[in-house]
């Protein structure tokens, strides 16, 4: 049979990535607590495709995927993208995991346990600089979080609107950052965590917590700054806050990103 | 050409409903202050289909739809319904139209104006009941609406767990219903309304008004089922609320739905 | 601290259903392969609330879901909906399941093989009929697949347009029926299975299988009736697919719906 | 009533970008045909805040947005933008514009005509640049399209599989570039348009055309390039191409962007 992404292209234009999206797999996540845990992520995973082919094989990547279907890992994920390059013959891999990450979490007074859910999102690009192989990696965590808006309490004579936000904190590091730390990041920031399970009286200490601790969405991202700026294994990284303001029917957002340390090797290519 | 559509089936089996999904088209809809505002919906358009035929001609759905474009209005509906009846030979043709619904909402103090916006839904089925044409539609609107727990409140010092949720009611009715007035009893079910535009002044009323009216999901949901059961224009309705719990990453829901008038011609199909 | 939850309400309403939505658990499913696979699903639990009680204990559905968190699985979906009766005293209780599940998949020719994911639905129901326990149950399975249109066929000198299309079959059964056997039956409905990995000699195979077995979306719930038809352990059963039209910006839709055993049990209470 | 938002921050950390998110409006979209048209957007809009202020005050991006609220027009992003920075007293004010753009389209052969939708993003940033305001503007459209596959053309004795994909285009521009002209570039990169209304001897022409022109993810975006490239009032774009592929359960997907002219004033901050 005739390859025909194999042979040549006339338009001659090079194609920064191409491969495939959205394909649902399990993988394994590297876990603080209990080693690792199963989930179920969606992935996409691409490649730059020279001028001289018509088009990459796509099924190679899912050979890949796999592969290390046992081990789909955020260990081995340089392994899973040099495997990518050589298969498909690329100098640059991507690789994007999308996936929910659970963790136990004990009420605050009663200390009741029960599971936690966050969306996280690892990526890695896999390029050669100078001869070498190269990964850059941002992961990204999403941290649901109460937020009590200070100016709401500071007007009215009681109460204080307060609600669900989200807080995303994407980071580059130069060592191993847990994501339970990122999610720690997170919720220092806000006015308080939000949790799986709470009994009467946790509900009390967090209502009163929340109140004693008002912050806006700009707080949120300034508090976060000033964790990630401290942390000398974070080279760069992106907090945002949105939140799902409880008066009205849009949301409140912020948003800093920082440069801290040498990322000129990372890449610029768009992840999703 | 053969027209494979209209050919006979050997499988002898009726279908419920064929149709088109997901058509995005302008509609017009009717506003109690303006008399009409154009919006876009989102559109599903089925009919039955009789065991001696192979298939339905899906392009005539948007054909009827862009015949009555300057007028896709919930008034006209029937006609639409009519159209479609007539042009696929059908004995039941329905509909289902997903808009957002703009409504100007003036702020409780500063009476500062701006627009606020709900999801609704419309959904139609033309039938023939002894030989009559007979029509069976449901109002649907969504919307969101601040809640405050009344145990946070109960139990905590100060302060209160409060939260935007979202009520939505359904309604069949025997007269026009507006949509501002089901927006209205859902409004009035909730701690307080939520507004587009609130300068201080309102969100201190705002903020203060909710605290003195905390409501959980069940509170949300029986509220509105007193207005509802005292509207006689209305025969059947469900109500649900669903709070996105400023404490928890998921949700507290309640529902209740009530037939309080002859609904025997109504129909069984599913909507969506 | 008062229970405000446990005081009696004037209003003298009866709730449907009360409870919580889309919290995230990690579950196991039954596996007909494997025995059992783990995955990650988004549930919905709720209970009736009698008119005497002002709210129902929303914590508990957690404390119950963790209890049993080694082990949320089909199987034991009845002791889940037991301990919910029993913790929060109701009549009745409801879940919902949704989750992926995995199959591992071989391709027609090369036979290699890779995940396929599937969105699955479990929901039941456990009420008092006479004094006993009645669990009511439904499993939903959304199957992708290869429909080729058989006007396009039938109407060009060559080709045919083609596109991914999704079976939903619903059944209620009187035995244990695999995930495994209702997407067989969604399968064989349509033009093609889709896979997850195909090489070129099995992309000639499904291209060629595809074009010799073309199905309108009236075809394929057809289909889909007759073999769930003539499947005994099943009562009732819903079967819809939708096509996302290749030539279209919108999708082609039909459903069939049929009762064929005594269902005089089941809830007519909505779960989503 | 204290203005908390204006007070000092003591932490000292700017704030690339703080504001509103997801609020819907009705807006007025230039249109090539019509000279305008009215749809529903759902919008961001934000400031930078200096490290001075402890907040931005939300309510006021409402302000504006309502006061332009006949005339949300992308003409007039400008001066929406002014005025922001003027009320927030910001050096740099940014809006993103989502929503539906209609089109009539006729079909190949019987043209006969009807709406097409297509999903838009406007975003514009003014910033201040050696003391003179300046706009970077972005304008995306998503198309979608048909791709038939050349490889499955080739391989096999008869048929071809194809299926509805998404090519999306963003531009930066030194002169108005219609939506309708994007369109356009991305129509005539696949292996044919989709339509809204299609007769059977419509059907034929498509299903034949389509098999005539197959083109690959990395076809559809290298033929975009070449559009895209050879237009001089485009300054810089990113065109990518996504298939739901009709043989699998996940997407195939190519992206090139390239900067063409200058583009140094232009904003690297993060628009959604």
């Given amino acids: 049979m005739r390859d025909i992404q194999s042979e040549p292209d006339l338009r001659q234009i090079d194609i920064d990535q191409a491969g495939i999206r959205n394909i649902r797999y399990p993988i394994t996540v590297k876990d603080r607590v209990n080693g690792s845990q199963r989930t179920v992520a969606s992935i996409n995973m691409s490649v730059n495709l020279p001028r001289d082919f018509k088009g990459t094989h796509m ?15 955020i260990d081995t994920v340089k392994d899973i993208l040099s495997d990518i390059r050589t298969v498909l013959n690329a100098k640059r891999s991507q690789i994007e995991l999308n996936f929910t990450y659970f963790m136990q979490k004990a009420a605050p007074v009663s200390k009741l346990k029960a599971l936690m859910d966050y969306n996280c999102t690892y990526s890695g690009t896999l390029s050669e600089v100078e ?24 007007i009215s004579a009681y109460g204080a609107h307060n609600q669900r936000g989200i807080i995303t904190i994407s980071a580059r590091t130069n060592r191993l950052v847990w994501i339970e730390e990122l999610v720690d990041y997170a919720e220092r920031s806000a006015s308080s965590p939000v949790y799986p399970l709470l009994k009467r009286e946790d509900e009390k200490y967090v209502t009163e917590r929340s109140y004693d601790k008002p912050v806006f969405a700009e707080d949120m991202v300034r508090n976060a ?34 440069t801290k340390g ?7 290519f768009r992840q999703s």
Same sequence: chains 1, 2, 3, 4.
């Fill in 262 to 268: 040498d990322i000129s090797v990372c890449t610029p």
């Fill in 131 to 154: 001869g070498e192989p190269l990964l850059d990696s941002v992961m990204t965590v999403r941290v649901p979080v109460l937020s009590l808006c200070p100016c709401s309490k500071e």
């Fill in 59 to 73: 099924s190679r990547f899912v050979e890949v995927l796999d592969k290390h279907k046992e081990n789909v890992h």
């Fill in 225 to 258: 700054t000033m964790l990630l700026d401290a942390d000398n294994r974070i080279l760069w990284f992106e907090a945002a806050a949105e939140n799902f303001e409880s008066i009205h029917n849009h949301n409140a957002w912020a948003m800093i990103s920082r």
